[in-house]
């Protein structure tokens, strides 16, 4: 099993920055690939970047140039959100699949973008 702690969530006004984290704990030996998602109140849950073992990323045309996804090691990944626009409020959470096809999650950080 994996378990995933999010962190860094928070108020920031519309073109403010935040850097978000996901730590990893467990058989973290087995995550294939990282993503982050979001869900706002009403909305489906979006991938908005994803980070393999290898390193490739992947975004989604909202995001793309605004976000970045990155790893400093096995147990953390990051995801730098800059030029923040109101959209962007929701609860982000981490997910990773493992090479044994397991999905697990983190319970999420809200993110409010607001004047």
């Known amino acids: 099993q994996v378990q995933l702690v999010e962190s860094g969530g928070g108020l920031v006004q519309p073109g403010g920055s935040l850097r978000l984290s996901c730590a990893a704990s467990?058989?973290?030996?087995?995550?294939?690939?990282t993503g982050w998602y979001r869900q706002a109140p009403g909305k489906q849950r979006e991938l908005v970047a994803q980070?393999?073992?290898?390193?490739?990323t992947n975004y989604p045309d909202s995001v793309k140039g605004r976000f970045t996804i990155s790893r400093d090691n096995a147990k953390t990944v990051y995801l730098q959100m800059n030029n923040l626009k109101p959209e962007d409020t929701a609860v982000y959470l981490c997910?990773?699949?493992?090479?044994?096809?397991?999905?697990?999650w983190g319970k999420g950080t809200l993110v409010t973008v607001s004047s």
């Open positions: 997910n990773v699949i493992t090479t044994y096809g397991m999905s697990y």
């Open positions: 467990g058989s973290i030996f087995s995550i294939a690939a």
């Open positions: 980070i393999s073992s290898g390193g490739s």
